[in-house]
């Protein structure tokens, strides 16, 4: 089974899209969201309603910080995200949001768990950027893989079985072998706002069968999501930011 | 499974036991082939198979199960000649790898026979340094290299075996991880491997150095160090220079080992290719001091060196890829004719473009004595007068500007009946990453006999630039 892994949207739908088109040419079974489908970005509803139809068809979608903050306000926001979120509310119609309050925190399938930041507390939103963290995550469950997003920078974390713990960088497209004998923590780049100065939007693929994840990034057209930021009149660094990739 | 319970017959996944192998410290090996029809075989490659088991005690022992792990994994992603073709490898309750059985000679058995002649040891050296550079393109640090992990194949080239240590640039590392320091066999570690770095190609020809060595002069650099701290003593420890055991070492070959065993990698070859070629062309050799050394540092340099090295750290994360870019063997096709005088001046000033931005880089200039038949013109010697001389010279005048920015630059004149297989050839030879050709342009010479530097476009292994003369 080959599934497709997708987090940190942000209501960007030039980078949603073209990561979708990738999968569907790379014989995808399944597909999982990570959360975050809203916030930041200018097409929450597209992105929502898009997310809403894969899950109709089975795919599995678990609630990121921002699309718990459309439902209430998160005071630990920064105010570029406090005041896109806010704006998002205002274009989100009841079913959006009736989905949204639907989603759960995590999701666990065949030893694989799907959470948005973190195992331990999920709805705290505590980022995975260092091993401590990761193994704290890892600890808190017994799935042998942790697939989660919310720090928008690209990360695998692999633990032995003695606990030792180590970071890797993942590169686009290199087929890595997720070896039974460890245990897995991928952190999946955002689709709609990479933070390592890489501004192509960044999915990855899991094949469970044959255990190999392949991380991926797809260039798209950035100038137009950067430029729809800009028309809405949401905070001018959001769009800047895409196209820098930070 | 259990290693120790298998016996002669049994199958396993479709691969019967046919006779033991002597087993390593880590696994047991085992003859084994397929059982199904042969029918079926057809389409796959036929070659001897062998299995490798780890020996697994007390339950799970991390250290061969990382080691068996990374070996599986790098193993299964390399192809070439120079590695056992991988065909299979086991589950997690069942862990086994089934590759190609090497038929040839390992190297260890060679060692016996120290000293070797310079000529034996050099042509052993460059096929394992050509061995190297292959696994080093595809990403890979062997970071084990000892003579117990070649095996000369016998139809002639090295095959690099046991991955179990080593290092994969674009995956995560499982070795680093597990065992907290240096890893790799006392006698063959790089200073920096020593350190716990684990991102240098140019560990693997420090080890082929310490090879070379012991090859050369029947003695091992750095004697037989167990203890993980006294592998650091190489960091400012050098060796005696190899004609301090053995005279007969010529000054070139300390030279090429001397350098392998440089401290810092940056001091060493930069690939594995540019060491296979010096090994290839013992008259090209630059000998520096090196050459000329008559026995180690004295107390104070070695004194300074520990004052300096005694707290180094590891260095950061390089790509094994991106030391190879960053060194390329360039040929220069270079044609001397009068007529082509503006065109040899347009391929100087494009060579020396391409070693701006390639500091590591060294350029092999090639000239092309086109013979009419296979020997040399008679009326020539008859004057006195020696063509190739004479086409050395004018091709060392052309790269005279490459050689003064202080590159590495060697002069090869060969005869032929037909330039661009020369050229072709000597590429292929050499692993040249990247040949310069000068085009002619059109001309009526040129319609009948057909264009050398179409020729090597069409048939050179590596990249070409074609350099047209400017209007």
Not at chain 1, 31 to 51: I, S
Not at chain 1, 74 to 84: I, K, L, R, V, Y
Not at chain 2, 190 to 207: K, M, T, V
């Amino acid at each position: 089974m080959r599934i497709a892994l997708f987090t940190d949207i942000h209501s960007n739908r030039e980078a949603l899209t073209a990561c979708l088109n990738h999968a569907g040419r790379s014989r995808i079974d399944h597909h999982v969201f990570l959360g975050d489908y809203v916030g930041y970005g200018a097409d929450p509803v597209f992105v929502v309603e898009t997310v809403m139809a894969y899950v109709e068809r089975g795919a599995i979608a678990v609630l990121g910080n921002h699309d718990a903050a459309t439902l209430a306000p998160d005071p630990g926001m920064s105010d570029a995200a406090f005041t896109a979120i806010a704006w998002t509310r205002d274009q989100l119609g009841p079913t959006h949001i009736a989905f949204i309050k639907r989603l759960r925190l995590s999701s666990e399938e065949d030893g694989r768990l799907y959470v948005h930041a973190n195992a331990y507390a999920p709805g705290a939103w505590e980022y995975v950027t260092g091993r401590y963290v990761a193994s704290k995550s890892l600890m808190a469950t017994r799935a042998q893989a942790i697939f989660c997003g919310h720090t928008h920078v690209p990360m695998l974390f692999h633990m032995s079985m003695t606990g030792k713990i180590a970071s890797f960088e993942p590169l686009d497209r290199v087929d890595i072998p997720l070896t039974a004998r460890y245990r897995w923590l991928a952190v999946i780049g955002s689709v709609g706002q990479p933070r390592d100065y890489n501004p192509a939007a960044c999915y990855a693929i899991l094949d469970a069968k044959r255990e190999i994840l392949t991380y991926i990034r797809v260039p798209y057209d950035v100038d137009t999501a950067a430029r729809k930021i800009r028309d809405a009149r949401l905070p001018i660094g959001l769009s800047r930011r895409l196209i820098e990739g930070y | 499974m259990a290693a120790h319970d298998l016996t002669v017959g049994q199958v396993i996944d479709g691969f019967r036991l046919d006779a033991a192998l002597d087993p390593g410290g880590m696994a047991n090996f085992w003859r084994v082939s397929r059982v199904a029809p042969a029918a079926a075989d057809a389409d796959r490659a036929q070659f001897p198979l062998m299995m490798k088991v780890p020996l697994l005690r007390r339950g799970e022992d991390p250290i061969t199960i990382v080691g068996f792990e990374v070996e599986e994994t790098i193993l299964a992603r390399l192809t070439g000649s120079h590695v056992p073709r991988f065909v299979t490898a086991g589950d997690f309750e069942k862990p086994y790898i089934v590759m190609e059985f090497v038929a040839g000679r390992s190297l260890k058995g060679l060692l016996e026979e120290t000293p070797l002649p310079p000529e034996e040891v050099a042509a052993i050296g460059a096929k394992i340094a050509f061995a190297l550079h292959d696994v080093h393109r595809q990403h890979v640090i062997h970071l084990d290299l000892k003579p117990s992990n070649v095996i000369v194949r016998d139809d002639g080239g090295a095959v690099l075996i046991d991955f179990g240590l080593s290092r994969h640039d674009q995956l995560p590392d499982l070795v680093a991880e597990e065992f907290e320091g240096a890893v790799g066999t006392g006698p063959y570690i790089a200073p920096e491997q020593a350190l716990g770095d684990r991102s240098d190609p140019r560990s693997d020809i420090f080890s082929l150095g310490v090879i070379l060595y012991f090859l050369a002069t029947g003695e091992r650099p750095f004697g037989e160090p167990q203890r993980e701290a006294e592998w650091r003593r190489r960091l400012w420890r050098d060796p005696q220079p190899p004609r301090w055991w053995n005279k007969k070492v010529p000054p070139w070959l300390q030279e090429i080992i001397l350098r392998c065993l440089e401290i810092r990698p940056a001091d060493r070859y930069a690939s594995a290719a540019q060491l296979a070629f010096d090994l290839q062309h013992p008259a090209e050799v630059a000998l520096t001091r090196r050459a000329e050394r008559r026995k180690r540092d004295g107390i104070a340099t070695v004194a300074m060196r520990w004052f300096r090295t005694r707290n180094a750290q590891p260095r950061r994360r390089k790509s094994v890829a991106g030391q190879l870019w960053r060194a390329p063997i360039i040929t220069a096709a270079v044609d001397l004719s009068p007529e082509a005088e503006p065109l040899a001046e347009a391929l100087a000033l494009a060579v020396g473009r391409l070693l701006a931005t390639e500091p590591d880089a060294r350029v092999t200039c090639v000239n092309v004595l086109k013979a009419a038949r296979l020997t040399l013109d008679p009326l020539e010697d008859a004057e006195g007068r020696n063509p190739h001389l004479q086409r050395l010279i004018e091709l060392k005048h052309w790269a005279r500007r490459l050689a003064a920015a202080g590159n590495r630059v060697t002069y090869h004149v060969f005869e032929s009946t037909d330039p661009a297989s020369a050229i072709i050839e000597f590429a292929r030879n050499i692993q040249a990453d990247h040949i310069v050709v000068g085009a002619r342009g059109s001309s009526t010479l040129r319609r009948y006999l057909g264009s050398v530097s179409a020729r090597v476009v069409a048939e050179a292994p590596c990249t070409v630039t074609v350099v047209r003369k400017p209007h």
